[in-house]
């Protein structure tokens, strides 16, 4: 390849995939709403017609192949044969678990004759617990699911790893689609003794927070805000938002229906202070962690208690006074007086004061240089107080980093009154209109929500949810059986993964659409069920194979003649990458794990505010196992994306995620190949290869091509890889004879002796390349 | 395959069958540019990659901007806003007519106007006001186009900072420099087009939410470029793999790709993944090579403050800017970080003890951003390279504490220098004791941004990218071009 080419290549070299919606008319959408008096598809009953008779009647396995089939027919095209069992258990388990099959696992399945081979494969593949991580990190992205609250301070929610595992195991109980819906937006109505229902609500509390901020009543509208919009996006697959500010372009959603929605949630706000009520081994050893750190730390807290204790009044109200005017008014009003808002900010101010923000005042009157300001007596305290502050941040290593006992959750506080809705001019909640109650849009339904309210709450969430996850919901069975469609072929039935509306695309084949969407709530909301119809139809056991014929006819391959090919997402390929190199710690759930950084990202943050902690951002585990668990058990911390992932387009959870990006850049060509996290990997992964092949380098490579693709090398990869030894080998016995004999060599060989090192040192560079190939980094 | 045999049949195949079949669904198409980009027949599908080069709406000024965030917000009060009526009034209350229309915490009590030391002078021809802390800046008073009615909204540094960047109060929304990317593409085939500095030896507080492509595609996210000769993460190759190994590693690479890619004859994407090694193999080089000191000269070290320890961690990030403007990089974010102050790091927030904490900080930025303009111009590059002195907001002139001073989001300066800016103008004006904008002259984050966007050819307006349904804009729904400012 010559100079010229190189040049021409960009910077971005990549390609994108990303859900966005085709340009639709700007006009204003409750005209054209007016001017089609038919309902929007979407909001049409689901009803799907008879399974479609097809000529190729031997093809179809399950009724979603007839309906594929039958637009295939119609344009004269055949579908593709079979894809070779090996290859589709490599595909197969890449989607359900997410990471590469083991040798073994896929010779037993291509050795296996009987019937009902596939069959077992998959009832074994939706059977693994790793099936829920898999489908709970998908469930994560739209939950915005993180760790940490995201803005500046960015500070830790120890929490919510426990929604996290609420969600895998809800996937691998197989909880029906309905259910958990109802627990994540109503857990604490309707099951509210129930610990798990309460820890589902951790997904309204998902929302991106800034503890300092000074304006509590916005803070009030921003988090119900993002609640709104989020299940508006998630559930509904609607863009409710976009009616926050001015009726919706598109479609029939005007201001009023979007502010009736978010007053489902206007009485909510969150609780991080419950005490988890069973007590396993992670909150032993947490307990047993804090109260070390509490042992330790007794006389340093003690006294700093004493100090502020002799201002503590007046540090409070100093603390008070940084909030702005409406905020005042309901932290200085008497509680009797309280409204149910007022309610809201006094319980969100004490959530976020701590000892830490009443030394606020002893460092203004301790530091000032202004007389009037200063205090002799007072700065002695704050000397005081920094002296502590510091000999209590040398026990910051002994304080639990990744968990706590208590549960985050979304609760109405005690309270059934719920503070009034209002349509707000231009979504400006300082400029109220008319008042609303809650109400389901009136484009999609005319059911009027039946709200009960409860002794300790609204109950209008229960009305909400009882709405959503009714048989009758046009949109919330469509919109997850498309979600489900869409990891599987790469493209959702309705591309627009999170828009059914006007502005959103079609559905390409509406009658397999509502032919799912019928079919999952038959069968009880069940998700496995439904994976498993689409895992053993012939449409997903097709060969992804270039036809030209296909070509002809269907370009962008939507009638799906062809399996579509899809680059590995950013867990599967940190993921195999750990199951090749044997070294994949797959232990179920708990805390947040931090795996290492590259050294060049240094998070050890002095905050520079009066309690001044130490904050290190990342607290890399001490545990090196914890460094080679699953991706998604790595800490998320909404600042820092974990730099592997972050190359290979892992999720944002700024807010809902419906849709991975593919993009190929020179970062993911150098994170791949230049990262020293994954070039350990390919050492040990060459350790392995020799630990199980014989001394004969062919089956060395063998052993290699199935780890990683599932099959041996041709004749050609053969001579090609031997070659490439020979040739490497002579490269890095000229780097030995400059002076420098530095080389890599397989990591972790068991009972055998490398007896020339220089080969084995080109061996690690062969599996390295093998591993960075589009071979592994695709599932075909 | 051939050069020629590739461009042949990225042509005739346009997308690959399978994996680009939604790229339809993109504003900016799906694929690669990939052997495309130098053949004026192919341009259209280069077009189809998100970074080549695009032409901007119409003419423009700048090439560059370089975005000085002075994080923390500096008082503007005690740099170039001179109040002589708030030195007269030091100590005593504020009358209660200036805080009309504005929400304001108590703390402290909002009555204590207060005062520092500075002695004031106006420079050039324009006359401009500078305070004794940038005696440096002072010099070029006739450069800079001066926004002293700056407004924003929020009270804390973080909804603010967002603001400042991406224009929303929660995240999610694409910065600035990410639309810039998205707008124009890369001038520069080996380098980001979006890059960000910072001088502290850890990260900017926020990290990725500074520079996050929100709804925008990942690949139009800022790029940090950290400190030290290596300045993006994995540049380096793994430990003992000496540079021929890796050579031979990628030609092995490659061999094995495309031997794959029989199967797969029409598949792009595969084989941009391909080409991505090589240009990954090349920025190993190019991108070390723009944060090289080692041709400048003396003189130049010495204008930014290479010299001197106070000024040099900031010089060393304005002469990265430099070279990275003049290679081609479009948006380059600086955030100053913060430095000692009685043993505690702290940036530009003072809220306590703003003598020594601003005489510090001004000090840092003054000779460095100076000398950034002064090279600028000697090199002919100001002319198209537009700098942006910026802030979350202001600060007050009352104290919390008597000798610090609050968040002021009412009425603050801002300039702008070079990139066909009206140089030595002054826009908009603060009440007499610097609490809020005059009214009417106002000019917000957004008209901000679309004034930045407007040097660079681009309409804000039409600046859109669809997403969930919406027509989105780098100014949400709000954005003027403030004409007066421009030349």
Sequence with gaps: MNKKVYSALVWGLAVVITGAPLAADDKPADEAGKSSKAKLWSYQPVNPPAVPDVAQSDWVRTPIDAFVLARLEEKGLKPSPDADKAAFIRRATLDVWGIIPTPEEVDAFVQDDSDNAYEKLVDRLLASPKYGERQGRKWLDLARYADSTGFQNDNDRLNMWRYRDYVINAFNQDKPYSRFIQEQLAGDELWPGDEQALIATGFMAQFPDNSNSRDLVQRKYQITTDITDTVGKVVLGQTLECARCHNHKFDKISQKDYFSFQAFFANIAPVDNIPVSNKGEVEKQWQAQWDKWQAATKDIRAKQKAIIDTHREEALKYHKERYLTDSREAIFKPKEQWTAQDRWVNHRLANVTTEGSLQSFFQERGESTDPKTYDKKVAEQWAELEKLNKELRKFDDLKPTTSSNNISAMTELGHPDAPPSFVFAVGDHEKPLEQVEPAFPAAITSEKPDIKPLAFSSGRRTALVKWLTSETNPLTSRVYVNRVWDQYFGKGIVATLSDFGKAGEKPKNPELLDYLAKQFVKNGWSVKQLHKEILLSSVYRQASDYREDVKQVDPENELLAVFPRQRLEAEQVRDSLLVAAGKLVDTVGGPSVYAPLPSAINTNYRNNNAAGFNDRMWRTSKDEKDHNRRSLYIFTRRSIPYPILDSFNMASPQEAHSKREVTTTPLQALTLFNSEVIFDWSKSLAGRVINEAGEEEADRINRLYRILFARNANEDELATLQAFLDEQAKVISAKAENGKFEINVPAEIKDKKIDDPIRAAAFVDLVHTVANSNEFIYRF | ?487
């Design chain 2, 1 to 487: 395959m051939s050069n020629s045999s590739r461009r042949d049949f990225l042509i005739k195949t346009g997308y690959g069958l399978g994996g680009l079949t939604v790229s339809g669904l993109l504003p900016g198409g799906g694929v690669i540019a990939s052997a495309l980009a130098d053949d004026a027949a192919l341009a259209a599908i280069a077009g189809e990659n998100p970074l080549a080069p695009k032409a901007p709406h119409f003419a423009a000024k700048a090439k560059t901007v370089i975005w000085l965030h002075m994080a923390g917000a500096p008082s503007t009060l005690d740099l170039y806003d001179y109040k002589p009526e708030l030195v007269k009034r030091a100590g005593t209350p504020i009358p209660a007519s200036f805080l009309q229309g504005i929400k304001t915490s108590t703390q402290g009590g909002v009555t204590k106007l207060i005062a520092t030391k500075r002695t004031w002078k106006q420079h050039g021809q324009s006359g401009a006001w500078f305070s004794d802390w940038l005696p440096n800046l002072a010099e070029h008073a006739d450069d800079l186009a001066f926004i002293k009615s700056s407004v924003t909204v929020g009270a804390t540094h973080d909804i603010s900072i967002m603001k400042l960047n991406s224009g929303g109060l929660n995240p999610g929304r694409p910065t600035l420099g990410a639309w810039v990317q998205y707008a124009l593409g890369s001038a520069n085939h080996n380098l980001p087009a979006y890059v960000v500095l910072y001088n502290d030896k850890r990260e900017p507080r926020g990290g990725v939410t500074n520079w996050e492509s929100g709804f925008l595609p990942a690949v139009y996210q800022g790029t940090p470029f950290r400190p030290g000769d290596s300045p993006i993460l994995h540049l380096q190759n793994p430990q003992y793999v000496a540079d021929s190994e890796k050579r031979n590693a990628l030609d092995l690479l490659r061999r094995l790709n495309e031997s794959h890619a029989g199967r797969y004859p029409t598949d792009t994407e595969l084989q941009a993944r391909t080409e991505s090694y090589d240009l990954a193999y090349r920025m190993q080089e190019t991108a070390p090579e723009a944060v090289d000191f080692s041709k400048e000269s003396d003189a130049t070290k010495k204008l930014y403050g290479l010299d001197e320890e106070i000024t040099k961690p900031y010089g060393e990030l304005l002469l990265r800017a430099r070279r990275l403007a003049e290679r081609g990089v479009r948006f380059i974010q600086v955030v100053s970080g913060p430095t000692d102050i009685k043993g505690d790091s702290r940036d530009w927030d003072a809220h306590q003890n703003i003598e020594e904490n601003h005489g510090k900080h001004s000090k840092i930025v003054d000779k460095p951003i100076a000398g950034l303009l002064k090279d600028l111009k000697a090199k002919g590059m100001l002319e198209d390279t537009l700098v942006v002195w910026t802030s979350e907001f202001g600060r007050t002139p009352w104290s919390e504490s008597g000798d610090g001073r609050d968040h002021n989001p009412w009425g603050y300066t801002q300039w702008m220098a070079g990139g066909g800016v009206k140089a030595g103008y002054t826009h908009g004006s603060t009440d007499e004791l610097g609490v809020q904008s005059a009214k009417g002259s106002e000019v917000d984050t957004y008209d901000l941004h679309a004034t930045v966007l407007n040097q660079l050819g681009l309409d804000h307006l039409k600046l859109i990218y669809k997403y969930q349904g919406r027509s989105e804009r780098p100014t949400v729904v709000y954005g003027k071009v403030i004409k007066e400012l421009v030349a």
